[in-house]
């Protein structure tokens, strides 16, 4: 059973850096698309990036376009979510998610089937 861990979330002042981890404990990491979303308190949960089984396609929320970027590095059954110049507005609790189709990159949460239980990401002013 595919179970996906994330780390890296912490507190950090605006304009700084963080680097999400999510690991994948299944054996069908390499052959499946990944998500990134996140949830701020009292707003539904926002599509925040995409990458493709060989990390050659990405998609990506407009809001993060330019400041996030996804990796994934296959042999160690990791994604990453690299977050730079981050501001207030980012704050949240941060997913990953394996998609159900293998090749879908795209941003609409039920292609993801099976979700990670999230870390907290916190931007102070």
């Known amino acids: 059973q595919v179970q996906l861990v994330e780390s890296g979330g912490g507190l950090v002042q605006a304009g700084g850096s963080l680097r999400l981890s999510c690991v994948d404990s299944?054996?069908?990491?390499?052959?499946?698309?990944m998500g990134w979303f996140r949830q701020a308190p009292g707003k539904e949960r926002a599509f925040v990036a995409a990458?493709?089984?060989?990390?050659?396609?990405?998609d990506y929320g407009d809001s993060v376009k330019g400041r996030f970027t996804a990796s994934r590095d296959n042999a160690k059954n990791t994604v990453y979510l690299q977050m730079n110049s981050l501001n207030p507005e980012d704050t949240a609790v941060y997913y990953c998610?394996?998609?159900?189709?293998?090749?879908?990159?795209?941003?609409?949460?039920?292609?993801?089937?099976?979700w990670g239980q999230g870390t907290q990401v916190t931007v102070s002013s």
């Open positions: 990458i493709s089984r060989g990390g050659t396609y990405f």
């Open positions: 998610a394996q998609a159900v189709m293998r090749n879908y990159v795209g941003p609409t949460a039920s292609e993801y089937g099976v």
């Open positions: 299944g054996r069908t990491f390499s052959s499946s698309s």
